[in-house]
């Protein structure tokens, strides 16, 4: 059977860019046609300055959210992966298996890198290693599929070839898996500047929707919402980047697979505006409710993640140690 594996980072509260990116795809087709798990990926949120107490809560909240958005831990595995050591066990033979040059060159260290150095902070070690921690996510359950947005596929195409390169070098170890993406939605872009993702970093912007935002909230950040000069509604993503994510988000809540489909039979972008609006109040109004349900439970969720945690580590403690004994290391008796 195929082998999923996905993870979201608990850096701040979801946004619809993750929703439509990747969780909605997890949730609708992922975990009904795999053996897919699906983590908090904490470790991750430590590569950049962060507040202790915010990870905490956060991580918390984001397990709640994708239970509320629909993952069945009767289907998939949900897990905290700092609750899963092996993680990080592999993450350090692949750095023994990267370069340098390699993780300089990933475009999201150097973004976030020049970002640490604009604020005068240093930036951490862990953050040019980040996609070393990520392949081995993916790697440590011979994931066979990692179903992300646009912005993580550098990132798996990097644990792709250390997957080849480690095989190479020490005999067959690891799956090498793939990226797939949803039909439409894969780079959902801030509504504000529809040259940047929206980031579910940028807490409180108004070109970001967050899943639990209130319906009238949602509703002011897409009528609101940056569209280009010009007056007739096409599809047009470079000429047009702010009505063409419009059109985009349109599509991804009615599930239609062609952006430029919804175009047509619009007069004016305020007609627009109003449907998409209408459309994500709509696509949220389930998760909300859901997730207020879930909220008040818990123990339901500590459960759910403590459970998760153990079938996690079956699978993957088997995987690190065949890879531990290629590379050379004396087994522990
Ligand atoms: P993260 O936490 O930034 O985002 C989680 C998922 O949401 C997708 N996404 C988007 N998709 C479309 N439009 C957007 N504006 C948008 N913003 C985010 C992301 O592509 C991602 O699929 N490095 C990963 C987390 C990670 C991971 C992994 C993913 C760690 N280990 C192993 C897959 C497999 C990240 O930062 O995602």
């Given at each position: 059977m195929t082998r999923i594996f996905s993870?979201?980072?608990?850096?701040?509260?979801?946004?619809?860019?993750n929703y439509i990116g990747a969780v909605r795809k997890w949730v609708e087709e992922d975990q009904y046609r795999a053996d897919a798990l699906f983590s908090v990926v904490d470790l991750h949120a430590l590569t950049v300055e962060h507040d202790p107490a915010r990870v905490r809560r956060l991580s918390r909240q984001v397990a709640t959210l994708l239970l509320a958005a629909g993952l069945d831990p009767e289907r998939c595995v949900l897990f905290v992966q700092s609750h899963v050591d092996e993680h990080a066990r592999l993450s350090y033979l692949l750095e023994c298996t990267a370069t340098d040059g390699e993780m300089r060159r990933m475009i999201q260290y150097r973004e976030k890198a020049a970002r640490e150095r604009g604020r005068g902070g240093s930036v951490r070690l862990s953050l040019l290693t980040y996609p070393v921690l990520m392949a081995a996510d993916i790697l440590a359950y011979e994931a066979d599929e990692v179903p992300v947005g646009d912005d993580q596929v550098q990132h798996v195409e990097l644990t792709r070839d250390l997957a080849v390169r480690f095989n190479q070098r020490y005999g067959h170890t690891f799956t090498v898996p793939?990226?797939?993406?949803?039909?439409?939605?894969a780079r959902v872009m801030n509504l504000q500047d529809p040259t940047a993702k929206m980031g579910k970093s940028d807490d409180d912007g108004p070109g970001v929707v967050h899943l639990l935002d209130e319906p009238d909230v949602v509703r002011r950040k897409v009528m609101r919402a940056v569209t280009d000069s010009g007056r007739d509604v096409v599809y047009d993503r470079e000429g047009r980047p702010g009505l063409a994510n419009l059109l985009e988000v349109l599509a991804a809540c009615t599930g239609a697979d062609d952006p430029a489909g919804p175009a047509e039979g619009y007069a004016s972008y305020g007609a627009l505006k109003q449907d998409v609006a209408d459309a994500v109040v709509e696509l949220l109004r389930p998760l909300r409710a859901r997730h207020a349900e879930l909220a008040a439970?818990?123990?339901?969720?500590?459960?759910?993640?403590?459970?998760?945690?153990?079938?996690?580590?079956?699978?993957a403690r088997p995987v690190v140690d065949r890879a531990y004994r290629a590379v050379g290391l004396l087994p522990a008796v």
């Open positions: 993870g979201v980072k608990p850096t701040g509260h979801l946004t619809l860019g793939k990226a797939t993406h949803p039909a439409v939605g439970d818990p123990a339901y969720v500590d459960g759910v993640l403590r459970e998760g945690a153990s079938r996690a580590r079956a699978m």
